[in-house]
């Protein structure tokens, strides 16, 4: 009769407790002292009260933020280029320039360019090309 061959489990090192994640983050916060600990506490504090709008996705914390902002209404007003209102006022688009500059014709610079309020000009109708 043959023995049987004895097998000898390694023995494994006792476990060491780990703290939780939600103890190592304040541990980590804590160890910051400075204005960045005091911010994640107090984001921490208000997800946990549920003041912040966060939702878990795997492991982390998303703050939810509100929804995208609407599309801007468009301007009721219409602006004129200098060569539209130069046509609108049956002048050369050097003399409309002349009229903006000496503040006789309110206008507005956009950028590089002048623009003027279409209810600025009396009787002019542009018909939109859009």
């Excluded at 914390?61 to 209404?73: L, R, S, T, Y």
């Excluded at 050097?94 to 009396?122: C, E, F, H, M």
Aim: hydrophobic share 40%; net charge positive.
């Amino acid at each position: 009769m043959k023995k049987a061959k004895q097998t000898t489990k390694a023995r494994s090192a006792p476990k060491k407790e780990t703290a939780s994640p939600s103890k190592l983050i304040d541990a980590k916060i804590k160890s910051l002292g400075d204005w960045r600990g005091e911010t994640l506490a107090k984001v921490r504090a208000l997800i946990h009260a549920q003041k912040l709008p966060a939702e878990k996705v795997g492991t982390v914390w998303v703050i939810k933020v509100g929804d995208p902002a609407p599309e801007p209404a468009p301007l009721e007003e219409k602006f004129l280029s200098i060569r539209e209102t130069a046509d609108c006022l049956n002048i050369p688009p050097a003399k409309a320039r002349q009229l903006i500059y000496s503040g006789k014709l309110p206008a507005t610079k956009v950028g590089r360019n002048w623009v003027v309020k279409q209810s600025d000009i009396p009787g002019c109708l542009v018909v939109s090309s859009s």
